[in-house]
């Protein structure tokens, strides 16, 4: 008989990420982006990821019994893990940001697929970002003459005013180091790190209308957490879009009466094939999410829910709430 012999929990090895916040929309992705990245480096191990309140918030706990514990070498090894990661030159491919036409969209996924046999495990990862950026099935008006892919919610530029989403992936991806990466999983975010050019906008703090800073902040350096930022990216394949009727949906995403995005936390050591079917339940995307005692069931001891707002010509989102 053949198969996986589970690895005892006590036998695993716990590393507790000390410096994300299940709440922040940018840590918990920098979270499932850490724990893809472990599972495909650790794929034997069985890497598993939980979260627990400590300090007041919701902490998450891998877990695997080939970790390395000490912070610096596990950070030294996911920094040369994401050093050359299998999506970049899908990310040159795309261009700056997410204004393909249909056609374009669907021939870039045809030359992924086209190179299947060169290396299928990059294939594979270049073809789930695709699925998670957009689809080339919709299109939505653009101009009198070209009309454009419909595209992820958690896109949040798209070229006005200097901001790209994709081209400032590539600027995170090319300048995020080990110590960066330590900041982000370890220690309590002090947002010392350049931010122009440098951040997605997925941390509620990216909100940074004038009347809510001191310093007018056109002329206020922005600064932002750039290994969360980083890490994030690597979350974007767990949450594939899908054409639903006329309209794109995103896992997780609700766009109705605007757009809210709701995530949950559970206190299981979960893997991460069943962690992606929890992203994808369906109460998530609804008003009104599961009883108490369904969620229970599932293991969730809480859903975040987070509204994507546009303020000016930038996407941001809101300070998460517990639903």
């Known amino acids: 008989m053949s198969g996986n012999i589970e690895t005892p929990a006590s036998l695993k090895k716990s590393i507790v990420l000390h410096g994300l916040?299940?709440?922040?929309?940018?840590?918990?992705?920098?979270?499932?982006?850490?724990?893809?990245?472990?599972?495909q480096w650790y794929r034997e191990a069985q890497v598993t990821m939980r979260w627990s309140i400590i300090d007041g918030s919701w902490r998450p706990i891998l877990e695997s019994p080939d970790f390395e514990t000490d912070a610096q070498s596990f950070c030294k090894r996911l920094s040369s893990r994401l050093a050359d990661p299998?999506?970049?030159?899908?990310?040159?491919?795309?261009?700056d940001n997410l204004t393909l036409s249909p056609s374009d969209f669907?021939?870039?996924a045809t030359s992924q697929l086209n190179q299947a046999n060169a290396n299928q495990q990059d294939t594979k990862t270049a073809l789930s970002f695709l699925a998670a950026f957009g689809t080339d099935a919709l299109a939505q008006s653009h101009s009198k003459d070209r009309s454009q892919m419909q595209d992820t919610a958690l896109r949040t530029m798209s070229?006005?005013?200097?901001?790209?989403?994709i081209k400032f992936m590539r600027e995170i991806i090319a300048n995020t180091d080990a110590s960066q990466l330590h900041a982000t999983l370890f220690q309590p975010w002090m947002y010392e790190d350049e931010g122009r050019g440098m951040n997605l906008r997925w941390d509620p703090i990216d909100d940074r209308r004038y009347a809510m800073r001191w310093k007018n902040p056109s002329s206020d350096a922005s600064s932002s957490m750039r290994?969360?930022?980083?890490?994030?990216i690597e979350a974007m394949p767990l949450f594939p879009?899908?054409?639903?009727?006329n309209k794109l949906e995103t896992t997780g995403f609700r766009?109705?009466?605007?757009?809210?995005?709701?995530?949950p936390i559970w206190d299981c050591r979960l893997e991460l094939p069943v962690i992606q079917s929890l992203l994808n339940r369906p109460f998530l995307s609804r008003q009104n999410?599961?009883?108490?005692?369904?969620l229970k069931e599932l293991g969730i001891s809480a859903v975040f829910r987070s509204q994507r707002i546009t303020v000016g010509k930038f996407r941001n989102f809101t300070p998460a709430k517990t639903v």
Request: glycine share 12%; with cysteine.
């Open 21 to 39: 916040d299940g709440s922040n929309p940018l840590g918990y992705l920098s979270a499932l982006g850490t724990h893809r990245i472990c599972s």
């Open 159 to 165: 070229g006005a005013g200097h901001q790209h989403f």
């Open 106 to 108: 669907a021939s870039l």
């Open 241 to 245: 879009t899908a054409p639903m009727a």
């Open 289 to 294: 999410t599961a009883t108490s005692s369904e």
């Open 227 to 232: 290994g969360a930022n980083r890490l994030a």
């Open 86 to 95: 299998p999506q970049f030159n899908l990310l040159e491919a795309i261009g």
């Open 255 to 263: 766009v109705y009466k605007g757009a809210f995005w709701s995530w």
